[in-house]
Structures are given as C-alpha cells and as structure tokens.
C-alpha cells in the first residue's frame, strides 16, 4: 500500500484514476478546491485548497510525505515552481499530466524528443500569462528543471469519454443531430485521441512503475476528421453541415490546421499495452448519439 496524493481527481479520468487506486488498496488524499464535492466517501481523505496559493498549500500538507503525486491539475511555470519548493524532499514520485499541445500542429507524427523540457528555456508566470500548451510546456520544463524527485509528464491527446465534462466530442453529435454547421479549417487533418478509462490506467501504471521523464499516451492509430464526421453522421443518421470558416460558437474543438498526432512507441517499448482507437471510437459516438437521442 502506497500514501498517494492527487491534485485533482473528483472528474472524468482523474477520478477513473482515483477510483483504481482505492481499488489497489492504496491510501489515497485527494486536493481540490472543493467545488466538485467528493464522490469518494470515506475511501479517501479531501483536503480543501486551492492550489495557486502556495502559503496555504504548504500548511496543508505540512509534515506529510507522499509515495506519489499525482498533479492533473497544472498549467503554470508559478505552479509548478512552487509545487518543487513545497514538496522537493518530502514525496517519492510525481506524474503530472501533460498534453499533445506540448508539440506544434504541424503534419508530422510527435515522439517525446520532438519538445525537450529538460533544456527548454523557462519563463515564470501565471496561467493567464499563456496559451494553454506553452503554459504546460513551462511548467514540464519546470518539473524537470528543479524538481528534486523523479518526473513522469504524461502528455495525452483529447481524452474522450461519455462523462467528458468538457463535451468537445458531444458538440460534435450534438451538433449535427440538430443540423446545425460546425467549422472547420483542414478536414483532412488527422488527429490521436484516448479514451478516459485507458488514461487512467496509464497514469496509475506511469506512478507505480519505474519511469521517468516524458511520455506519450495515446490509443493505437489515427483518425481524419472527414472519417471521425462520417462515423458521426452514420451514429446519428444525420449529414453534417461543414464549414471551412466559421465565428467561435460553430468552430469545433477539433479544427486543426495539420495532422496533430503521437506516436506510443515509448511507453509501449516500456511495457504498456494500448487499445486500438478504431476498437472504440465508433461505439463511443454511437453510445453518445443513443443518449442524445434519449433526452
């Protein structure tokens, strides 16, 4: 049995994540900020913080050490400087989740050396001070930087799941279940995406192993947008309405300029065994269309 935090981890795959954990018979601490509740119970214990004020970070976990941490919830330089100076000495492990927005969507495949976080120049700031992949960008090259206890960033493409709260796979159903347009820039694109169960298991798998530094996670194979539509389209019985310009409220969350995928050969190489994204995608969206449907 392991002590483990998670800093986030009362939604979607950070509570899959939780939720194997305690399976796992590990004693499990949980940070939020208290706004999603704890749907845990007395399987784990809730601290209450908000984990961009370092003084009351600090005092909460104040003479406790950890096996691993967890940290789903970064997207910082300041946040994760001030995690190491917390934390530097007093856990074993930390796996922090990271994105596919740590590469460029431009065309080619991306493997982990394609950004090197370990001599990536840092610039201290706040969220708001970055686009959502420079702020990961920093905030690895942070951890790898000045952590003083071995990293996993995890860098997950889209995750995909029914309880998405995020909904960018449902506006897609929903969207064309209404005939309403959704816009586009490159149909041809092609994109790698996981589904929730998976990136959990991965994520408890990369904190009880032995790795370190960054890793792809990411389902077997690829997918076009114009072949994930027709595969919307067929759940839904319905043709979509493309547009290639489009304001904000039609855009789709998946409108990319150029193929952004990864490839998994690492961590497969390490010993983890994805599922094949054709194997799952297309009962993923028709159980989506089915509940739509049924509202």
Not at 22 to 44: A, C, K, L, Y
Not at 60 to 80: L, T
Request: glycine share 8%; net charge negative.
């Amino acid at each position: 049995m392991k002590n483990i935090l998670v800093l986030g981890g009362t939604r979607f795959f950070g509570r899959k994540l939780v939720e194997l954990l305690i399976e796992d018979g590990h004693n499990v601490v949980i940070m939020t900020r208290g706004q999603s509740g704890n749907p845990f119970g007395d399987n784990v214990e809730h601290l209450i913080v908000d984990r961009k004020n370092k003084e009351e970070l600090a005092k909460k976990v104040e003479g406790r050490s950890f096996d691993i941490v967890y940290d789903n919830i970064c997207y910082s330089p300041n946040e994760a400087y001030a995690f190491c100076e917390i934390f530097n000495g007093k856990i074993g492990k930390l796996v922090f989740t990271s994105t596919l927005s740590t590469y460029k969507a431009d065309g080619k495949e991306k493997k982990e050396a394609d950004f090197d976080p370990y001599n990536y120049e840092i610039q201290m700031g706040d969220r708001a001070d970055f686009t959502y992949g420079e702020g990961k960008r920093q905030a690895e090259a942070v951890f790898f930087q000045y952590a003083k206890f071995p990293v996993v960033a995890v860098r997950f493409p889209i995750v995909m799941g029914e309880d998405d709260y995020t909904r960018r796979l449902h506006f897609h159903v929903e969207r064309i279940a209404e005939g309403k347009p959704i816009g586009f820039l490159n149909m041809d694109a092609e994109m790698s995406f996981i589904q929730a169960a998976e990136a959990a298991q991965f994520l408890k798998w990369a904190g009880v192993t032995d790795l370190q530094g960054p890793y792809n996670a990411t389902a077997n194979g690829k997918i076009s947008l114009s072949a994930f539509i027709k595969l919307v389209e067929a759940a839904t019985g319905k043709t979509a309405k493309i547009s290639l310009v489009g304001n904000d409220e039609i855009r789709s969350p998946y409108a990319i300029p150029a193929s952004w995928y990864m490839t998994n050969e690492k961590a497969t190489n390490s010993g983890f065994q994805f599922t094949n994204l054709r194997d799952w995608l297309k009962p993923l969206i028709e159980a989506i269309a089915s509940n739509e449907e049924g509202k």
